[in-house]
């Protein structure tokens, strides 16, 4: 399951980190410098794809995650695209016209089962005990790579 990188107004599921609000020790603090940073450089690239392209505005929560980690690959790599050539060609913010719709798919699955599936889901989602053990692994992990630096 992966997961979001998240500020303190989120409720601490699997599946939203938030930083520390009040590091002490120098391992909290690298865990929360870092995950800052990410946090900030996401948003921003999120912000641009939705100008640009609305795929990241409709819902998602039942795509297959491989559709959609292609969908989001091929947004940034198209992103990447645009900036190169626009630094060439001196070019202002494309935005899309306003009359251009993207159309929700559709979905035809069982309801009970699917029903079922993601009161499964939403259970695990929940959990904040998965939270902190994700919290801890990936504080342990940063410490592993990047302990001897400076924080």
């Given amino acids: 399951m992966g997961y979001y990188l998240s500020d303190g107004i989120y409720l601490k599921w699997a599946t939203l980190m938030q930083t520390i609000p009040h590091p002490t020790t120098r391992k909290e603090k690298l865990f929360a410098q870092r995950q800052e940073a990410c946090r900030k450089d996401v948003e921003w690239a999120f912000r641009v794809l939705q100008s640009k392209w609305a795929i990241t505005q409709g819902p998602v929560r039942y795509w297959e995650k491989d559709d959609l980690r292609l969908i989001m690959k091929t947004c940034i790599i198209f992103y990447n695209m645009i900036i190169k050539d626009e630094c060439h060609a001196n070019i202002g913010r494309w935005t899309p016209p306003p009359e251009d719709a993207i159309p929700i798919p559709t979905l035809s699955r069982c309801p ?35 302990g001897d630096e400076d924080v």
């Fill in 112 to 146: 009970p089962v699917l029903a079922t599936h993601i009161f499964s889901r939403q259970l695990q989602i929940c959990n904040r005990k998965t939270n902190t053990r994700l919290r801890n692994d990936l504080m342990e992990n940063l410490w592993n790579y990047y």
